[in-house]
């Protein structure tokens, strides 16, 4: 059974940072892409972050480039979300996932995506 559980988030102010951490059991890291995404309250969830299988590619939202980091340990099998410079409008649930087969790249699509974390709140006060 593929587990992934989400931890890290907190209320932070504007220009703040968090770091994110996702622990996955159940499936190993270093075979598959994981990403992070967020879903703002009374909006859709949309993608943050990706990284591939192997972990040498990682791809960003617009939104937050420059700003958000991803990274994994895999002896730890944890995939992590570095936020800096947070802005009130970061504020969401944010939730990592994995991709639905391994030695893929790193997807935008959620559908790509098969397991997911309950998520963790980030909240942002400006």
């Known amino acids: 059974q593929v587990q992934l559980v989400e931890s890290g988030g907190g209320l932070v102010q504007a220009g703040g940072s968090l770091r994110l951490s996702c622990v996955v059991s159940?499936?190993?890291?270093?075979?598959?892409?994981m990403g992070w995404f967020r879903q703002a309250p009374g909006k859709e969830r949309e993608f943050a972050a990706t990284i591939n299988w192997n972990g040498d590619t990682t791809r960003y939202a617009t939104s937050v480039k420059g700003r958000f980091t991803i990274s994994r340990d895999v002896y730890k099998n944890t995939v992590y979300l570095q936020l800096n410079s947070l802005k009130p409008e970061d504020t969401a649930v944010y939730y990592c996932?994995?991709?639905?087969?391994?030695?893929?790249?790193?997807?935008?699509?959620?559908?790509?995506?098969?397991?997911w974390g309950q998520g963790t709140q980030v909240t942002v006060s400006s």
């Open positions: 159940g499936r190993t890291v270093s075979n598959y892409a």
């Open positions: 996932a994995t991709a639905n087969r391994p030695y893929s790249l790193g997807y935008v699509s959620q559908a790509q995506y098969d397991y």
